[in-house]
């Protein structure tokens, strides 16, 4: 219970933010959106209240430092009569025994025709030509081997049904043919609520429909069985007050990897079970090569590994429960699984999914025009090359990075922290501002603002060139029309510029002229 005191009365408003935002929320999020008394309370008064919470069971901080309601009960194990498993069995006879796990009740909908594949790009003699309709063949591409290349695991504990996975119960086809769509609906109110808070927090990412399942018991008698997918088809889905829609596209069930990994641990020739699905290998992601629907590929799967089955794989006909105490194998369950969260891609896969919805228009206003919008560079230099002002000493590749960010239409600069990119951004802030020109600086964290703001406030003491458009507290809205009357209200707002142009002139005259505009080949303005 929360004390009803000025503290408690905090930790329950707390609280309700985080029920309300499945999606989780950062420290400062909570901080930002919560007021006590009108005020924004202080970071330690927000993270005392937020640990009085997590000490009372409420609320748990996630591995990405964001919290989330933790009032959802974990699902204890029940035997096959329904009762909970006694806490006082022990050993051996404890390592045995698992939760059933129920399935819960899908209806398939109507298959419809899958949408009609855009044409060939190019035929093979003829190069491929730059355009938005080929960004949007190549954006699931990109999507894809993000996703792959942190390679989610589907593998789950069985005391995770109801939250990272469940089990289904179709009766009827629920997978499409050749050339179709199929949609699988269930009822939102059938749903676990700890199932749907997971799924909000995966917004629009593919889940992973899964058949068969197999249950792996470890060699450690003492490590409790978990569940792995034998082959997934992802699927996209929408939810709304009634029901979640599971839209199944007309695609080859892939063999998961962890499954093929525990098939070799065992003893088993991975090649010869990969002939006899005739499915091809290609850096752990197997496909056949041709289509082949869910029951032809089950029928194979069963031919391949006669000895593992534990029920039929009767893909009509589902299991409605699934034994967890039983023996080790492959049963005939029907699982929706959610993939671990992606900790490093997660928000890039989730842009280029976006940039799918954009019209030509809008992607036209973008930095991508440069190479896909019938812009690109044809060798020629920039109309009025601009200069590089050297506010900062800098190396030949930032000379030459500055350069290019100047006078090129888009400019790529990567390194590891301490390269120098802080320096590159402020030489070249300082450079368009010579020029008369403005500049944008966006980042995805305060931290690189902080480092170009601070180190471009010294180079210009302090003088109205630069105007942040948010701070860490997360203050008062930004308003350009009130940054430019800001601008303009303060004094040596020309004197600055002036001031640019006279510390250019000596560095103009330096021996060499490292900053010197180069003929710029591939570039235009």
Request: proline share 9%; aromatic share 6%; charged share 20%.
């Amino acid at each position: 219970m929360l004390a009803h005191d000025h503290g408690g009365s905090l930790a329950a408003n707390i609280l309700n933010l985080i029920e309300r935002h499945p999606e989780e929320l950062h420290h400062e999020e909570v901080r930002n959106r919560v007021r006590q008394d009108g005020q924004r309370p202080g970071v330690d008064t927000v993270a005392a209240a937020l640990l009085s919470l997590q000490r009372a069971g409420l609320v748990t901080i996630g591995a990405r430092r964001r919290w989330f309601s933790a009032s959802i009960p974990t699902p204890h194990p029940v035997n096959a009569a329904g009762d909970l498993e006694s806490s006082a069995v022990t050993g051996a006879v404890q390592a045995n025994t698992g939760p059933w796990l129920t399935a819960i009740p899908a209806t398939p909908g109507a298959t419809r025709a899958a949408p009609t594949a855009p044409p060939p790009l190019a035929s093979a003699d003829e190069p491929i030509q730059p355009s938005w309709t080929l960004l949007r063949r190549l954006l699931p591409y990109y999507r894809e081997a993000l996703a792959r290349n942190e390679r989610a695991l589907l593998l789950s504990d069985p005391s995770r049904h109801g939250e990272q996975f469940i089990l289904l119960a179709p009766r009827g086809r629920w997978w499409p043919g050749e050339g179709e769509l199929a949609v699988l609906e269930i009822a939102r109110s059938v749903l676990p609520p700890a199932f749907l808070t997971a799924l909000a927090r995966r917004r629009r990412e593919p889940v992973h429909v899964a058949f068969p399942i197999a249950l792996v018991r470890p060699a450690d008698v003492t490590r409790p069985p978990f569940l792995v997918p034998v082959a997934t088809v992802a699927a996209d889905w929408t939810l709304d007050a009634e029901t979640l829609r599971l839209m199944l596209p007309a695609e080859t069930p892939a063999v998961e990897w962890s499954w093929v990994r525990g098939q070799r641990q065992r003893g088993r020739r991975v090649r010869e079970l990969l002939d006899a699905l005739d499915v091809s290998a290609d850096d752990e992601v197997w496909h056949t090569g041709s289509f082949v629907d869910w029951r032809t590929f089950i029928e194979r799967l069963a031919g391949a590994v006669p000895t593992e089955l534990r029920t039929p794989l009767d893909p009509l006909h589902p299991l409605s429960t699934l034994d967890c105490g039983g023996p080790g194998g492959v049963y005939g369950a029907l699982g929706l699984f959610l993939s671990s969260d992606l900790q490093f891609a997660r928000r890039a896969v989730r842009d280029l999914l976006d940039l799918t919805q954009w019209t030509d228009q809008e992607l036209s206003q973008t930095a991508l025009v440069a190479f896909l919008g019938g812009r690109l560079a044809s060798g020629n230099p920039a109309d009025s090359p601009v200069a590089v002002l050297e506010p900062l000493p800098l190396g030949e590749d930032q000379l030459r990075a500055v350069r290019d960010g100047l006078n090129r239409p888009l400019t790529v600069v990567t390194g590891p922290p301490g390269t120098g990119k802080s320096q590159v951004a402020v030489a070249l802030m300082a450079s368009a501002a010579l020029a008369g020109r403005s500049v944008l600086f966006a980042s995805r964290n305060h931290q690189a603002i902080d480092a170009v703001v601070d180190r471009f406030a010294e180079r210009v003491e302090r003088r109205p060139l630069l105007i942040r458009a948010n701070t860490r507290d997360g203050g008062e809205g930004f308003s350009f029309e009130r940054a430019i009357d800001a601008i303009l209200a303060r004094p040596g707002g020309t004197g600055t510029l002036g001031g640019l142009r006279r510390c250019a002139r000596p560095v103009g005259r330096r021996p060499g002229c490292r900053h010197r505009p180069r003929p710029m080949h591939g570039g235009t303005r």
